[in-house]
């Protein structure tokens, strides 16, 4: 069955733990020099309706170690949406390469995508949310799990805006069964449909929700401090409005960390704006994650496009391929 990876609610917590337990073992395998091309010989078309350094780096390198070869297709480069439907281009791409990863403006463009692929469609990102990167940050705090603890335990505070990694980030922590909290101005928290979704998590997973105004209470008990920008792509003329908002009672610095318990752990998904939502002083101290999180990035989406794609390959037996290989020659001879 033709499955694709639109977000973390679509998958069961016993699915997503083998996502993140072959996260573990493919980076295992990187670390010693010995990832299998499990890959080899396949295809990864990667539209990319925005920049990206995280994903498309990510992406690119984890086909590469696989054995596989991937292609970046951004707007001016194809006709998805300009000259052609998103529905012909999903069809046409799909009959060249063996996986889509598509970071979109728009969220509807991936479900689109999705609906006519026949091939699986990874979300790189749209503008509703992430399920890439919060795989990544689970096993980040997996490898930075406090000492006793285990998932179901971790205590995870989001603070700043609503953006589509807290939404994701909320609903893979809840769907869990760990302790999210998100602490951000009463305008810029999560909305009611998001609060619906996290509270229906918890009561399947046993996790919990926290949305507050108050950010040192937030942190209070977090094994997890995770922030982001204040603004996006779009939001330029709300930046005084935001900035006035959120500083400096929710910038993550030292003194908001200080209230935090002493193995706190600050994750950010980057870019990051520095001297805005965190201090250079937290981002870079010895608390932070951030570039851990980064690297594990690349792991991550290893363990997808092997989850996803491995699968579906034609392994041809060496008797096979011996056979048309002697074919091919003997024409070319003739």
Known sequence: MLRHFIQTQDFSKEELLRLIELIRLLKRADKEGACPK????????????EPSTRTRVSFEVAMTKLGGHALYLRPGEIHMGERESISDTAKVVSRMVDVIEARTLKHQTVLDLAKYATVPVLNGLTDYNHPTQVVCDVFTMIEHAPKGKKLEDFNVTFVG???NVCTSLMMICTHLGMSFTHAAPKKYQLWDEMRKIGEENCKQSGGSLTITDDPAAAVSNADFIYTDLWWWVGQEDEIPERR?????????????VSKAPDTVKIMHCLPASRGVEATDEVLDSDKSVIFDQAENRLHTEKALLVYFVYPRLKH??????????????AFMGG
């Open 38 to 49: 499990l890959l080899a010989g396949a295809s990864l078309g990667m539209i990319f309706e």
């Open 161 to 163: 805006d609503a953006t």
């Open 244 to 256: 006035d908002a959120f500083m400096p009672t929710f910038q993550v610095n030292a003194d908001l």
């Open 316 to 329: 041809a037996s060496e008797a096979l391929v011996a056979h048309h290989q002697g074919e091919i020659e």
